[in-house]
């Protein structure tokens, strides 16, 4: 998932940047060194979450917010301030705001919040012209095969044209790992993991790929330590 990081002060942005690395290594920042930039981008970038200074030249973060809100489909914006001046309004646009210089204790519980919100719980898809809506705790894997997407539940496999790259970047956040070129797995049904194979809690055997085997183990680990 991208992350929109908006500030005229480089220091601030690298500062953002390497709390997200430490907190969220999974998402991509882009950064931006002015409201204008940032609104430009976002005519054909989608970003959910944006950090937002607000005292900026030009166009400030205030005004920046109310446009990017009066869309269809609205970010969750946090204001990065040195000031509270603006606080009281802020909230009519804003999720939250962070106080410069940023406490890291403060930006991990705002970031957590934000992504608990941003974080799916279900899947929308086509399949044979009738629109899918089903919950993500009920999908075992995603599989690719012959340009299309087969999306594999505990009780039926459905079949979509889309690719593992149109969801991998949407469900990293809702405990999927791309094992394979062709296999997004959900860790919540991974109940063995061999040297070559992953095995699912239906007895399913998915191959995993060498280069992917390190990085899974990492954050299966992780998983399995956040759901104890």
């Known amino acids: 998932m991208q992350v929109a990081i908006c500030d ?7 500062s953002i940047v390497a709390l997200l690395k430490q907190y969220a290594p999974d998402l991509v920042p882009v950064c931006f060194s002015s ?44 204001f990065v301030t040195k000031s509270t001046t603006y606080t ?27 992504l608990h919100i941003l974080t799916p719980r279900y899947f929308c898809f086509s399949s044979e012209g009738v629109l899918q809506r089903i919950p993500l705790r009920d999908i075992l894997y995603f599989e690719s095969q012959s340009y299309m997407l087969l999306i594999h539940t505990q009780h039926i496999t459905y079949k979509t044209r889309l ?12 405990s999927f790992f791309r094992i394979h070129a062709s296999f997004l797995v959900n860790l919540h049904y991974v109940v063995r993991i061999f040297k070559t194979d992953v095995e699912l809690q239906d007895g399913t055997l998915l191959k995993i790929s060498r280069g992917k085997k390190k990085a899974f183990d990492l954050a299966f680990t992780a998983f399995l330590r956040a759901n104890i």
Do not use: W
Request: charged share 30%.
């Open 8 to 14: 005229d002060e480089e220091q601030e942005r690298e």
């Open 35 to 78: 409201a204008d930039n940032l609104l430009q981008a976002s005519r054909d970038t989608f970003f959910p979450l944006i950090y937002l200074d607000i005292e900026m030249d030009s166009t400030n973060g205030f005004d920046a917010a109310e446009e990017l809100m009066a869309k269809t489909v609205t970010p969750l914006i946090v």
């Open 88 to 114: 009281v309004r802020g909230y009519d646009v804003a999720f939250h705001y962070l106080v410069k210089p940023i406490c890291e204790q403060k930006f991990a519980e705002v970031l957590e919040r934000a």
């Open 163 to 174: 690719s593992l790259k149109d969801v991998e970047s949407n469900l990293c956040k809702a």
